[in-house]
């Protein structure tokens, strides 16, 4: 048994009014709540005091002789503990009473529960008159009478409670004889395992068809959906995909013949159901094309030759060409049908630099063969399609710190060996060229102009050749200034999760500049700039939160600009970090 989250706190409370001590306690199994008055167990028969099972205790029409020590006993079948000790003060009743509206002082809280328990929602209002509480459904449906009973002068006890009780509550106090009334509400979840309202059914396909489970079932939480094939995890591979909560396995193979079993789990549990797939094989279907064989043609295609089956290869009408990429889970299968006319297919769709497996089947009338031994063949190298992004920040008056991403492998088309900069002043035409190595992410170019607004672009390598240059970016050097210019500080990023991640940064106990401030930017890939974030000079962290998790896994790319007295200082260099996996 834990030490007490919750503890009765002391009270003052008029003649006739409503006292409340609350208590909880984490033990398992759950800890009967008794309560104590000056140490002596609390009577809780009469009508005026309620004990709620959650730990709350309620007096009612509160009188002196109910002043006293009040506390809570944790009691399980091993443990007992005692809470400290809260005191209520009882203040005389005035001769006056006033009217008061109706005020609730303690409302509903929202409740998570399962299957079967019981729930209370607590509701104590006070006012004069005398507050009537009642409840109702924000949906408007009816309370259930049959589960339901009041506690006390307006608590609400829900048993055994079933999905249908999941809903929003609402309390509300009201004057007797008056519209002055007020609300409060609260949402009750009930949890429940997951139970089927669609079971996949067995089927009969012969090889090469196509077979669909579909399975559905509900549950809260919302049931996650898997397969097994003879009590295996399924993963989608070429021929076998999982869309939602169906199966489809296509170009059906001997070896697909078993049992499949559709997979609903949640917090409260799981549940199977499942299916035979029976595959029907042809006596007289043709053996599979043989002496399969690919050769590279380009950076995107790539020509495929096979010979006719050795057998019944006279009653081919038509083959069908598969193909998918060699590397990585759940690639997607393509799917080519050609006439029986040929043995050689140029699949002329695929991406450079890229290792596709093929294979070929022959179909029948009656039937199809088995799938032909697999091929693995290479694509060759492009150029890459696109230019890194660049950003540009200044250390100095006098440079430039030049530094980009790697390009995403869809747009590299090959492994890029080189990286080439182009750089100009504005006001000149003469460009200068620097080639720097495929493994190199920044540059600082020195010996610049103050006050200048420079060009820069870059354009990347592969083996093959070099791809289209970026557009030219412009960037200012700073001014050049009598008064020194603090150092930039060293940022430091740490992602919290996918959504957020804290900057922080140190001032160089060495540096003599006058900060007054500090101004943050950010700005996520191929997106705009965010800022700038205006910070004190006593700052030194700040959380950016609300970055875009769906984009993961993006660069979020941060710098700081430092704010003197006199204007503004230089730029750090541009930071990259990779936010967390959700």
Known sequence: MSAFEVQPLPAEVREGSIARF??????????????????????????????????????YG?????????????????????????????????TLKPFHKPAIIAGPQNITASLHQTVIFECIATGNPKPIVSWSRLDHKSIDVFNTRVLGNGNLMISDVKVQHSGI???????????????????????????????????????????????????????KMSWLKNGRKIHSNGRIKMYNSKLVI????????????????????????????????????????????????????????????????????????????????NNEEYQVVIGNDTTHYIIDDLEPASNYTFYIVAYMPMGASQMSDHVTQHTLEDVPLRAPEISLTSRSPTDILISWLPIPAKYRRGQVISFRLSFRLSTESTIQVLELPGTTYEYLLGGLKPDSIYLVRITAATRIGWGEASLWTSHRTP?????????????????????????????????????QGYKLYYKEEGQQENGPILLEASDLTHTISGLGCKRWPSSTKTKSLLILSCGDGVLPPTLNVRDKEP
């Open 22 to 59: 609350a208590c909880k306690i984490t033990a398992n199994p759950p800890a009967i709540i008794t309560w104590e008055v000056n140490r002596t167990t609390l009577p809780i028969a009469m009508d005026r005091i309620t004990a709620l099972p959650s730990g709350v205790l309620q007096i």
């Open 62 to 94: 509160v009188q002196q002789k109910d002043a006293g020590n009040y506390r809570c006993v944790a009691t399980t079948v091993a443990n007992r503990r005692k809470s400290a000790e809260a005191t209520l003060t009882v203040i005389p009743a005035s």
């Open 169 to 223: 509550y609402i309390c509300r106090a009201t004057i007797p004889g008056t519209r002055n009334f007020t609300t409060a509400m609260a949402t009750l979840v009930v949890l429940a395992p997951p139970s089927f309202v669609e079971w996949p059914e067995s089927l009969t396909r012969p090889r090469a068809g196509t077979a669909r489970f579909a399975c559905q079932a509900e549950g809260i939480p919302a049931p």
């Open 250 to 329: 296509n170009q059906i193979i001997p070896e697909d013949d078993a049992i499949y079993q559709c997979m609903a789990e949640n917090s409260q549990g799981s549940i199977l159901s499942r299916a035979r797939l029976t595959v029907v094989l042809s006596e007289d279907r043709p053996s599979a094309p043989c002496n399969v064989h690919a050769e590279t043609m380009s950076s995107s295609a790539i020509l495929l030759a096979w010979e006719r089956p050795l057998y019944n290869s006279d009653k081919v009408i038509a083959y069908s060409v598969h193909y998918m990429k060699a590397e990585g889970l």
């Open 479 to 515: 001014k050049a200034t009598s008064v020194k210019a603090p150092k930039s500080p060293e940022l430091r990023l740490e992602p919290l999760n996918c959504t957020t991640i804290t900057v922080s940064w140190q001032q160089d106990l060495e540096d003599t500049a006058a900060i």
